[in-house]
């Protein structure tokens, strides 16, 4: 197993982003997502310009709630509900400077697709099945939670076309001590 070379580094332990309604996003990553919720922060709102000087952000913006969730095996998420005067309500897509997508495995691709589809979650396009080079053998589509945000649905059972190549291997919530 690689470890960093940053003294005292051990990994990712969680991932923040912003939506536009923590409540709503909690039904959809804990009921259709079945990720567990754990404690609320909030509000903070301050006079001065701790908000620029500490997180980059208009000096009037009020982080109404933050929330944290677990989802299975892999790092934490970190939930913003955020007003600000400049705030942009549309969500980056991948091709934008800090766009993103959160990527979710699952050991049974169809059986997930097919509950994400019951739940009324729009699945983007269709399944990408790889049969050749590094990422061959997985299969993943894209779909969106109900403001927009790109998520993935990812699963290589059968492991990475990679690993015929080499010893080393990614991170995977499958084998997360791997």
Not at 47 to 62: F, G, S
Not at 95 to 105: M, N
Not at 133 to 152: D, N, R
Request: proline content about 8%; hydrophobic content about 35%; overall charge negative.
């Amino acid at each position: 197993m690689s470890k960093t070379k940053v003294p005292g580094l051990r990994g990712v332990e969680h991932i923040g982003f912003t939506v536009p309604d923590i409540d709503e996003a909690t039904r959809f990553f804990v009921d259709v997502l079945g990720c567990e919720q754990f404690y609320d922060l909030g509000p903070f709102r301050f006079d001065d310009d701790w908000m620029t000087r500490q997180l980059n952000l208009h000096p009037r913006t009020i982080m109404k709630r933050l929330r944290f969730f677990r989802c299975g095996h892999g790092p934490n998420f970190e939930v913003f509900e955020y007003e600000a005067p400049d705030q942009r309500a549309e969500p980056p897509k991948n091709s934008d400077i800090g766009g993103h997508h959160l990527a979710f495995y699952s050991d049974d691709f169809d059986a997930t697709l097919n509950w994400l589809r019951a739940h009324e979650v729009e699945i983007l396009g269709d399944p990408v099945v790889r049969h050749e080079g590094p990422s061959a053998g997985q299969t993943w589509v894209y779909f969106l939670t109900p403001w927009g945000m790109q998520l993935e649905l990812v699963s290589f059972p059968n492991g990475k076309g990679y690993e015929a190549e080499t010893d080393l291997r990614l991170w995977s919530p499958v084998n997360p001590e791997g």
